[in-house]
């Protein structure tokens, strides 16, 4: 057998998604909002890129080309511009190229967190204690060595802050200042102020060479913590991706076992493994007791039960047996099968659904688009702000309120008395040189203040992490929600429309009264007619027919000369009787009467919601089958919550109004919220005209409703639709249960409030927080905000979006 190589699936995966026009890019070094949007603009400035989406939290970046665009050349001018990027190309979504098994890169970023928070927490130790034994005059060996400070400092700039600097540097000079340009700015001019005051005694400065420590310290210690908050948002899409199966026992087909068998053997030489990505449609694989099915397939020898909670959110085993189909990522339990393969690589179900998520993670809620909007200007903002605040303070500020100056002057004389050990006293420093340093040194800490303090972090990941954890924990238990465009759709929701047959219902009629018009047939005997006739025919109401046969054992005997007639009956030739079956139209085009009693009997299961079936037999009625689709068991409760959280509950459907009239009173719905007789090709518009005055959901199956659940504001489908259904609809329940509807509903909503929540934090961080630190209550609360406490403050309000969004993760489980 010839395999594929590694090289050659990536080849040809990455030609087929040029031809798709659609690039999936890895980018590392996105910082902030700011660094988003400057992505996006470097992507949308490239040859043929019609349209990019960068997102913040996952660091992917999804661009439409127009099929022309070279990935790695797209790639490599993104690192270029400072954004060090690499295209996926790989069978499955979400893989990235890697020769790191996952528990490896687990144990390294691991490493890697626990030693940037040692430097954190060494550096705010250090700098504390500088503050300490200055704050309350204490001698501590070696911290009262202003030399000491200094050095650390210097340290702290060249070692663990190095990469800050080089960032925010490469980011001014391609005039696309980020996150890192402030802090470089803020710790730098700090450091230099202190720099001179260290050097130039006599100049009467202050030196705080522990701010920009602290400060640093704060930085380092927050992204860490912010690190570790988004690991933990991603770790339910993490799970996802180890669901992947690796490997796949590819076997022959033996010509001496039997398809369907239960019971196999198969020798060992027979058996090789190969990759997952490399098994085909038609080929067989053995899969044992505790594996992963590697693929989606047929079980074709041997019975098992399957773990299908990965898929479904069910923690009940699942049966197997030839004929059954199983997915891949699911475990087989208990015994040893044979599958035959039917969807590989990434068209097997796990792999949808893997990127069908990934898709929804990148899909932006319009709300983003604000605050999108204001990072793009946001670090221009902050420069101009604390240029300003520098110009006022210094200009005009000082001398409005010169008890400020005074206060502050004598507080820089002792700090210079102490750091510098200079021979002036105290007086003749703040008297002779404050007026003119200590509004320059006052000025300039307000000024990199502001410049810290400002966090466009939090307006980047406000929206992202909340989506990331939302969508992935929805995934997780079986509810696939497409992105953050459709969780404000459904926050602004008020109405949902059900389709009647094959969502409120099972979509599999069955018998529920059989009625004999002659005495001289028995019931059994007139089933065993009907289902002769109906052995012809596959349609719903023959296939009850023919279920309630087999159920009840009978013998179907052999008939022919069908004849079927659409929206009428079949004839057939039964045992030499014509036998006929159908509604009364069918049975007086064939001269057949049908009697008072049964015409009353047969109204009486019309008006209960059931479709009749007359059976006639040479050229006399025998008797009436009636025929139901049963509800769905947790039918009534879905609808029961869904009116308790204020929504308009409807049923639309095709079929007769008393029918319809029946579940709806099943349901308890009134005849005012019932849309009958509406065929498929109408139901879209029938949507469109409820949308006139409602913000609308549509739940269907997807079985002729597909046009209506894409017209629809949020298109619901079950997984037991078609596939039409599930790429159109917005939310995708995988365990084909309807109180997900509910449960997706609240998921959405809960999701959307994360968003909003975060989005308030961010602005109102930033709104307060900017002024405070330019000083606005120092006039007359005489509160100063010092460089160090603004970097606290910022570390903080990321870590707090971050872990906002990490707290969704306790979404109740109905």
């Known amino acids: 057998m010839q395999l594929v190589s590694k090289s050659d699936l990536t080849k040809e995966n990455t030609q087929v998604r040029q031809r798709k026009g659609k690039i999936t890019l890895d980018i590392k070094g996105m910082k902030c909002a700011g660094c988003v949007r400057s992505v996006e603009r470097t992507l949308s400035q490239y040859p043929g890129i019609i349209n990019s989406n960068v997102n913040l939290a996952t660091e992917v970046a999804v661009v439409e080309s127009n099929g022309e665009v070279n990935a790695d050349a797209l790639a490599k001018h993104l690192t270029s511009a400072g954004y060090a990027s690499q295209p996926r190309s790989c069978s499955y979504p979400g893989k990235q190229d890697t020769q790191l098994d996952p528990a490896e890169r687990q144990r390294q970023q691991a490493r890697s967190l626990s030693k940037n928070l040692f430097i954190a927490g060494l550096l705010l130790a250090l700098s504390s204690l500088g503050h300490f034994s200055n704050a309350f005059d204490l001698s501590l060996p070696g911290l009262d060595n202003i030399w000491f400070h200094c050095g650390l400092a210097t340290l702290t700039l060249l070692i663990p802050a190095r990469s800050i600097l080089i960032d925010g540097w490469l980011g001014l000079r391609r005039a696309a200042p980020n996150m890192n340009t402030l802090i470089a700015l803020g710790s730098l001019t700090a450091y230099i102020a202190s720099?001179?005051?260290?050097?130039?005694?006599?100049?009467?400065?202050?030196?705080?060479?522990?701010?920009?420590?602290?400060?640093?310290?704060?930085?380092?210690?927050g992204r860490t913590l912010e690190q570790r908050a988004r690991t933990s948002a991603s770790a339910a899409f993490k799970n996802l991706l180890e669901l992947k199966p690796q490997v796949a026992r590819l076997v022959g087909k033996p010509k001496q076992l039997e398809k369907n068998s239960l019971s196999f053997s198969i020798p060992p030489h027979s058996i090789v493994e190969i990759p997952a990505e490399q098994v085909r449609i038609g080929e067989w694989l053995q899969v044992l007791p505790g594996e992963k099915i590697p693929v989606d397939g047929e079980v074709v020898q041997g019975q098992t039960t399957v773990d299908e909670s990965m898929l479904t959110?069910?923690?009940?085993?699942?049966?197997?047996?030839?004929?059954?189909?199983?997915t891949a990522g699911t475990i087989n339990q208990s015994g040893a099968i044979?599958?035959?393969?039917?969807?590989?690589?990434?068209?097997?179900?796990?792999?949808?659904?893997?990127?069908?998520v990934e898709a929804a993670q990148n899909r932006k809620a319009p709300i983003q688009k604000i605050a999108d909007t204001v990072a793009g200007y946001f670090t221009y903002f902050v420069l101009?702000?604390?240029?300003?605040t520098f110009v006022f303070w210094y200009f005009f500020g000082t001398n409005i309120w010169p008890d400020i100056v005074v206060s502050k002057a004598r507080f820089i004389g002792h700090h210079a008395l102490l750091s510098n050990a200079s021979l002036l006293n105290e007086e003749h420093l703040s008297m002779q040189l404050a007026p003119h340093y200590s509004s320059l040194l006052l000025s300039l800490k307000l000024a990199i203040a502001v410049m810290v303090v400002a966090c466009p972090c939090a307006l980047g990941l406000a929206t992202p992490t909340a989506i990331l954890v939302g969508t992935?924990?929805?995934?997780?238990?079986?509810?696939?929600?497409?992105?953050?465009?459709v969780l404000e759709r459904v926050h602004k929701l008020n109405t949902v429309v059900f389709d009647k047959t094959g969502t409120l219902t099972t979509g599999k009629p069955t018998v529920t009264d059989c009625v004999l018009s002659q005495k001289f047939v028995t019931v059994e005997e007139m089933l065993q007619l009907a289902a002769a006739v109906e052995s012809g025919a596959c349609h719903p109401l023959a296939t009850a027919i023919k279920n309630m046969a087999d159920s009840s054992q009978l013998t179907i005997p052999s008939a022919v000369d069908f004849h079927t007639e659409p929206g009428l009956g079949v004839s057939a030739v039964v045992e030499g009787k014509i036998v006929l079956l159908g509604n009364s139209q069918w049975l007086s085009w064939h001269s057949v009467a049908i009697d008072q009693t049964t015409q009353d009997k047969a109204k009486a299961f019309a008006d209960a919601g059931k479709t009749v079936v007359y059976v006639a037999c040479n050229g006399e009625l025998i008797g009436l089958i009636a025929v139901s689709d049963t509800l769905r068991p947790e039918a009534k409760t879905t609808v029961e919550q869904l009116q308790q959280m204020g929504l308009r509950v409807?049923?639309?459907?095709?079929?007769?109004?008393?029918?319809?009239?029946?579940?709806?009173?099943?349901?308890?719905?009134?005849?005012?919220?019932?849309?009958?007789?509406?065929?498929?090709?109408?139901?879209?518009?029938?949507?469109?005209?409820?949308?006139e005055k409602d913000r609308v959901a549509m739940v269907g199956d997807g079985i002729n409703d597909a046009p209506a659940l894409s017209q629809a504001d949020v298109g619901?489908?079950?997984?037991s639709g078609t596939d039409v259904a599930m790429e159109t609809a917005s939310i995708v329940l995988m365990r084909d249960c309807l109180t997900d509807v509910v449960e997706s509903i609240k998921l959405s909503l809960a999701t959307f409030n994360k968003i909003r929540q975060n989005l308030f934090w961010?602005?109102?961080?930033?709104t307060i927080g900017i002024p405070l630190a330019a000083g606005i209550l120092l006039p007359k609360l005489g509160f100063i905000l010092n460089p160090a406490g603004a970097a606290a403050l910022m570390a903080f309000s990321s870590v707090s979006v971050v872990t906002n969004s990490v707290l969704l993760r306790r979404f109740p489980r109905s």
């Open 313 to 326: 959110g069910e923690v009940v085993p699942v049966t197997k047996q030839p004929g059954d189909n199983v």
């Open 716 to 719: 619901i489908s079950l997984h």
């Open 650 to 691: 409807i049923i639309l459907s095709g079929d007769r109004i008393e029918a319809v009239t029946t579940v709806a009173k099943q349901l308890g719905l009134d005849t005012t919220n019932i849309i009958a007789e509406v065929p498929p090709t109408k139901k879209a518009q029938t949507i469109q005209i409820l949308q």
């Open 472 to 485: 992935a924990i929805g995934a997780e238990r079986g509810l696939l929600i497409k992105g953050g465009d």
């Open 384 to 388: 101009t702000a604390a240029l300003l």
């Open 338 to 356: 044979i599958i035959c393969a039917t969807r590989t690589g990434s068209d097997t179900t796990i792999a949808q659904i893997i990127e069908l």
């Open 195 to 221: 720099l001179v005051a260290l050097l130039f005694p006599n100049w009467g400065w202050e030196c705080f060479f522990d701010e920009p420590v602290m400060m640093l310290g704060f930085i380092l210690l």
């Open 762 to 766: 961010a602005f109102a961080y930033n």
